[in-house]
């Protein structure tokens, strides 16, 4: 069995003159909760598409739970639950009957214990108490939960969840997180997009994130929050030796300023330079401690010393060329 629950190779999608989707390469690790990240328009939902078999690819290749798509549509879709741009309920059936209506579409689904069913994942997703409730009379989050009863009505391997927070109050978003953390609990792969920056960091293990149609970065989100550049910054009467024994080091230096420390002194400077490894695994980078002992081993005063990394947010404007919506 492959390690990966998704994986895509150049997978391409142009309509007319414009490429959606541009030559992607994706691998979402089984059991990960893979946050795919990108602003409005950036090609999330055409990708989405495309791995579910609603939309074909223009080129390249995409496999989802070790089938290739769409040839093994029929044998991978059951295993799969997706809320793709909401399902259409019913409005005036209850909560109940559409689940009903959907798990008897589903040839995979016995009839003999489709009532438990509905029970079971209206309960999961805390609607019991509105299962006769005619869905149309159902609020966004509710909607939003029912679209999720309905994607675990079968056990699953995959959740492929389109921007599952889009227009719910806070309430709301706070409880579909907290659905989505519990379906990762139990070892099911989830695949969400977001446009949301810190959705996606309080959820997600794994971050793949998307400009103009391109993947333009991927891996585990620790991974991701040491990618961006950090800096350390010396406080020092020493300028010139300070940015000497940097450069020894083979750092990076950027122009001496003044030191805004309110405890600094006068006569005293910063100094930065650019810094890749603060934990030493960059091979033959220098640690933050090799630094300061190199400083002071070549006389120079030491009178402050910080790594300041680059904020997550920061990472993704410098990859985007866009400002994220880091609304919570
Ligand atoms: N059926 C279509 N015909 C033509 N262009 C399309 C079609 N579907 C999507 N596009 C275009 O492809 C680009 C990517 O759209 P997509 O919906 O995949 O982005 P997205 O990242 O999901 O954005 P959003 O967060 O707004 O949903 C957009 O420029 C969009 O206008």
Do not use: W
């Not at 003159?17 to 893979?34: W, Y």
Request: glycine share 10%; charged share 25%; with cysteine.
């Amino acid at each position: 069995m492959t390690e990966l629950a998704i994986e895509t190779h150049g997978l391409t999608k142009r309509f007319r003159a414009q490429t959606a989707v541009d030559g992607i390469d994706l691998a979402v690790p089984r059991g990960s909760v893979f946050g795919f990240l990108g602003p409005n328009g950036s090609g999330k939902t055409t990708t989405i598409r495309m791995l579910l078999g609603l939309v074909g690819a223009t080129a390249g290749q995409a496999r989802v739970l070790g089938g290739d798509m769409p040839r093994a549509l029929h044998d991978v879709l059951p295993r799969v639950g997706a809320l793709v741009e909401g399902p259409a309920f019913a409005p005036f059936l209850s909560g109940a009957a559409n689940l009903r209506r959907f798990d008897a579409a589903d040839r995979h689904a016995p009839p003999a214990t489709r009532a438990d069913r509905v029970a079971g994942a209206l309960d999961r997703v805390g609607l019991a108490h509105a299962a006769r409730k005619k869905a149309g009379a159902y609020s966004l989050g509710m909607k939003q939960r029912l679209g999720l009863a309905n994607a675990l009505l079968m056990p699953r391997d995959l959740l492929v969840l389109d921007e599952p927070t889009n227009g719910l109050d806070p309430q709301g978003t706070r409880e579909v997180r907290s659905l989505i953390r519990s379906f990762a609990a139990d070892g099911t792969t989830v695949f969400v997009s977001s446009h949301l920056l810190a959705e996606v960091e309080q959820l997600c293990t794994h971050v793949g994130v998307m400009s103009a149609g391109r993947l333009v970065a991927q891996g585990t989100l620790e991974e991701f929050r040491r990618s961006g550049e950090s800096r350390v910054e010396v406080v020092t009467p020493d300028p010139g030796p300070a940015r000497a024994t940097l450069e020894r080091l083979g750092l990076a230096t950027d122009a001496t300023g003044p030191a805004h420390d309110s405890d600094a002194a006068a006569s005293d400077a910063l100094v930065t330079a650019r810094f890749t490894a603060d934990d030493g695994i960059d091979a033959g980078a220098p640690t933050a401690d090799a630094i300061v002992v190199a400083l002071v081993a070549d006389g120079v005063r030491v009178r402050g010393f910080a790594v300041r990394r680059t904020s997550l947010e920061q990472r993704f404007v410098e990859l985007t060329g866009e400002g994220f919506d880091v609304v919570a």
